[in-house]
């Protein structure tokens, strides 16, 4: 899935940032309980 989703993002304007905030922070706050 990832190995789609990544390149087709960025192709589509998401920069490297805000992928990150999708995959990798968002869910680490939500499974940590952070806000």
């Known amino acids: 899935m ?3 989703t ?3 993002l960025l192709k589509s304007g ?3 940032k805000e992928i990150r905030t999708f995959l ?3 869910p ?3 499974f940590c309980g952070e806000e």
């Open 6 to 8: 990544v390149p087709a």
């Open 24 to 26: 990798v922070d968002n």
């Open 2 to 4: 990832i190995t789609d």
């Open 28 to 30: 680490r706050r939500f």
């Open 14 to 16: 998401f920069s490297q």
